[in-house]
T-cell receptor
Framework: EAQVTQNPRYLITVTGKKLTVTCSQN?????MSWYRQDPGLGLRQIYY???????DKGDVPEGYKVSRKEKRNFPLILESPSPNQTSLYFC?????????????FGSGTQLSVL | AQKITQTQPGMFVQEKEAVTLDCTYD???????LFWYKQPSSGEMIFLIY??????QNATEGRYSLNFQKARKSANLVISASQLGDSAMYFC???????????FGPGTRLSVLP
């Protein structure tokens, strides 16, 4: 089954404790992206990647890191989480070529930073 | 500059009636795709419908149709015969041929009243 798998689904952590949210897709997609969703602010892009070893900042990259060492994986790293990073996070992927290629979303990660 | 605008933060509609959710976009790329996603209270992102900039006809998918007015740069989602299960957040998104990144609007929360 074609899917984007995000883990964990829920995460509670404390300020300053490094964490990684994993994202994996099985569709051989070149494009992958991370979003955060906050009430009233919609989906804001954090980072995106057009292919292996190619990443670009989105609208709100501060406080986050990503890597794309393999095509299928695109982990989101919070080196020193802060309470303002409490949010719902989505990973998504798509085929690179073609404006008609839709975005497939993971099921989301609800992160709480205390 | 905001590329996708959804001017209705919240909408109400009576069950069984039709509702239109507005989306306007800004691009100079002649080739682009427009997408609508639904996010129910459970949180997952569900793809609804796609419209290509070169498509001659408005897209339809069951009770969903897209009122595409290219000259006005609008791509409004029309839901016919609203159901209680249509209560959700709805996001409009665009993908341009140049760049290939996805951009999202802020969303519209639709509430269907019994």
């Amino acid at each position: 089954e074609a899917q984007v798998t995000q883990n964990p689904r829920y995460l509670i952590t404390v300020t300053g404790k490094k964490l990684t949210v994993t994202c994996s897709q099985n569709m051989n997609h070149e494009y992958m992206s991370w979003y955060r969703q906050d009430p009233g602010l919609g989906l804001r892009q954090i980072y995106y990647s057009m292919n292996v070893e190619v990443t670009d900042k989105g609208d709100v990259p501060e406080g986050y890191k990503v890597s794309r060492k393999e095509k299928r994986n695109f982990p989101l790293i919070l080196e020193s989480p802060s309470p303002n990073q409490t949010s719902l996070y989505f990973c998504a992927s798509s085929a690179k070529q073609g404006v008609n290629e839709k975005l497939f979303f993971g099921s989301g990660t609800q992160l709480s930073v205390l | 500059a905001q590329k996708i605008t959804q001017t209705q933060p919240g909408m109400f509609v009576q069950e069984k009636e039709a509702v239109t959710l507005d989306c306007t976009y800004d691009t100079s790329d002649p080739s682009y795709g427009l997408f609508w996603y639904k996010q129910p209270s459970s949180g997952e992102m569900i793809f609804l419908i796609y419209q290509g900039s070169y498509d001659q006809q408005n897209a339809t998918e069951g009770r969903y149709s897209l009122n595409f007015q290219k000259a006005r740069k609008s791509a409004n989602l029309v839901i016919s015969a609203s159901q209680l299960g249509d209560s959700a957040m709805y996001f409009c998104a665009m993908r341009e041929r140049n760049g290939q990144n996805f951009v999202f609007g802020p969303g519209t929360r639709l509430s269907v009243l019994p």
